[in-house]
């Protein structure tokens, strides 16, 4: 059975996409926030735009952000002391607890549910027609590889992690998968937004599953918030001013999406200088659901269809969610208490 690790690299900050932070507070605590620049890492970049964590943050902690290309690489960062606290996918945050044992993180909080499809050629209009293709998907174990071989096993179709089997499954960045399915060298990828809507509007694609429909509720987690486990035993104070923030960034992105939409984008462009085309942000932010929600239940069914495809040796997720102190911000907001397993 194949586990997916990653090598150590203490230096990985170096490799990011970008960094912004200051000095330490006069207490001395600096908080190192990590995430993407993606659109289902909304909440963070709506976050830092706004300057709301920063003011959650007060004079607690200094808050310093470091964005990366991939959730692996978050995971070596916070293994390594680099970093304290991540907007994560729900694989790699599997994979950091079982390679820790149970010890490295602690989800806190969710973030964005939805926003993963399975995007064919026009030709394509059934599951029996997948036999025989190649399909893509953004990397060897991430949540959406999980996804694709879960499906394809369900509907009688094999496939293996060297591209074998009835499909072909072939792990790639999702830059390449556009490109590839745009000059008809692959038939289609499980991908996640906005890259669903890039290959519907630039490559002429076409939506043969909508993951949603795959989940009790159509809800199923896509970013969560974590935290290093020892960050939250020594400064419980600043993770819940960070929480603080975390609730307020994701009622701004319900209440006025044109103006959270607006700041997303304007930091994906900062971070990458490649912004997004408004036809598609708008598309592909329809297909979001932002959530304090951890939908943990998700959770434990993609750590088990991981298992299933041989991708990740068996895995007890006790101890993995720690939302105390979200349901006591939840509770002074009056708002409903989440659940974690």
């Not at 620049?37 to 943050?57: C, D, K, M, Y």
């Amino acid at each position: 059975m194949v586990r997916i690790r990653w090598l150590l690299v203490v230096a990985l900050t170096l490799g990011a996409c970008g960094e912004v932070g200051g000095e330490p507070s006069a207490g001395g605590v600096r908080l190192r926030l990590g995430y993407l620049p993606n659109i289902t890492h909304a909440t963070a970049l709506v976050g830092v735009a706004e300057g709301i964590f920063a003011r959650a943050l007060g004079t607690a902690a200094t808050l310093r952000t470091t964005t990366f290309n991939a959730g692996p690489e978050a995971v070596e960062a916070l293994f390594s002391g680099a970093l304290d606290a991540a907007y994560l996918g729900p694989n790699p945050a599997i994979n950091a607890h079982a390679q820790s044992d149970g010890e490295a993180i602690r989800i806190v909080a969710g973030a964005t549910s939805g926003g993963a499809f399975l995007v064919t050629t026009p030709a394509i209009t059934t599951v029996d027609q997948l036999r025989g293709t190649t399909l893509a998907t953004p990397q060897l174990g991430n949540t959406q590889d999980v996804a694709l071989r879960s499906y394809l096993k369900e509907n009688g179709l094999s496939s293996d992690t060297s591209g074998g089997g009835d499909v072909s499954v072939k792990p790639q960045a999702n830059a390449d998968t556009l490109a590839q399915f745009q000059a008809g060298r692959i038939d289609g990828a499980w991908v996640p937004e906005p890259w669903a809507t890039r290959l519907v509007q630039e490559g002429g694609g076409r939506i043969l599953v909508d993951e949603r429909d795959r989940w009790p509720g159509a809800r199923y987690v896509t970013t969560h918030l974590v935290v290093r486990a020892a960050f939250l035993d020594d400064h419980p104070d600043v993770v819940k001013r960070l929480l603080l923030g975390h609730v307020e960034a994701t009622a701004l992105v319900n209440a006025d999406p044109v103006r959270a939409r607006a700041d997303a984008n304007a930091q994906i462009d900062r971070l990458t200088q490649k912004p997004l085309a408004a036809s598609v942000i708008d598309a592909a932010w329809a297909n979001l659901t932002f959530t304090n929600d951890p939908v943990a239940s998700s959770l434990s069914k993609s750590a088990r269809d991981a298992e299933a495809a041989g991708l990740l040796d068996a895995v007890d997720l006790t101890g993995i969610y720690d939302l105390r102190l979200l349901n006591e911000v939840l509770a002074a907001s009056g708002d409903a208490a989440v659940q974690g397993l």
